[in-house]
């Protein structure tokens, strides 16, 4: 039985490219996105073209049950998570205070954040009993600084970092590493900012900025933090940390 990595949120993006880099590493990766079946096929046979061991599931994580019925049944039917991934954003662009409905702010919230805490309310018992296991939280910019137009985001992210470390305090001790990755810029990622621009915008970003350039931070380089910090010895555990581009100013300069 492989030892499974979990991604909630796996697109081409991030999630996908941590799923892949586990799997090459011997996981089985157990890749979850809301939509886009074709999408999620590309991503297990390109994982199985590797070497690698794959299995894909849509879900919508917001919907009450889905992310514990997956939990369930990949523990039943394929092997203990050993690593879970939480790589949900919450970004819905800028938007003034009055036109931030409380549907969009509630939802901000559903994805940034109580996700998370449905995730770990399952996965951390297991993993201390187990006596070992990773959680590793994508986060972002707003996790740490306010900024007009960003109160859902901001207020959802800001959420998730402190559950991160309320997390930390729990269950450390108990072996369960917690690690709260903010991603600090813009990700070479098609599913989300891709799609946030269109495809003429972001095409045109990844000329100026990405690709050669190394502007846009490539999410196959962000898989190999994730890699580095499930290998890291509990005597050094890195809690918090931030990746952005060589080019790009630091979250407290922005
Ligand atoms: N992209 C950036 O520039 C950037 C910058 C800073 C931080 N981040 C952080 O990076 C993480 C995302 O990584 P990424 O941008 O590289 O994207 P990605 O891993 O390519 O894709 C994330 C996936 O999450 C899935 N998702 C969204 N809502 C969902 C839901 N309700 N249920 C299930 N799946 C859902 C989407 O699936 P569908 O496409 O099927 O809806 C999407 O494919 C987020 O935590 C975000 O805050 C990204």
Redesign the pocket.
Known sequence: MKPVCL????????????GRRFAREGYHAAL?????QD??DRLVGAIEGDGGSASGY??????DG?IEQRIEAVEAEIGPIEVAV??????IGDRPLRSTSYKAFEMGWR??CF?LFRLANLVCPLMEERGAGTLLV?????AVRGNAGQHSHAAA?GGRRMLCQTLNAEYGPKGVHVAHIL???????????G?MLGPERYQQLRETRGMEHDG??L?ER?ADTYWHLAQQHRSVWTHELDLRSFSDSPWWNG
């Open positions: 991604v909630i949120g796996a697109g081409a993006g991030i999630g996908g490219n941590v979850c996105r809301r939509t886009d999408g999620l849509l879900l919508n994580a917001v919907d889905t939480y790589n949900l954003g919450a970004q994805l940034g996700g994508t986060s972002a910019t707003a992210m991603v600090d810029g813009a990700v070479d990622a098609p599913d989300t900012l799609k846009l931070m999410p962000i």
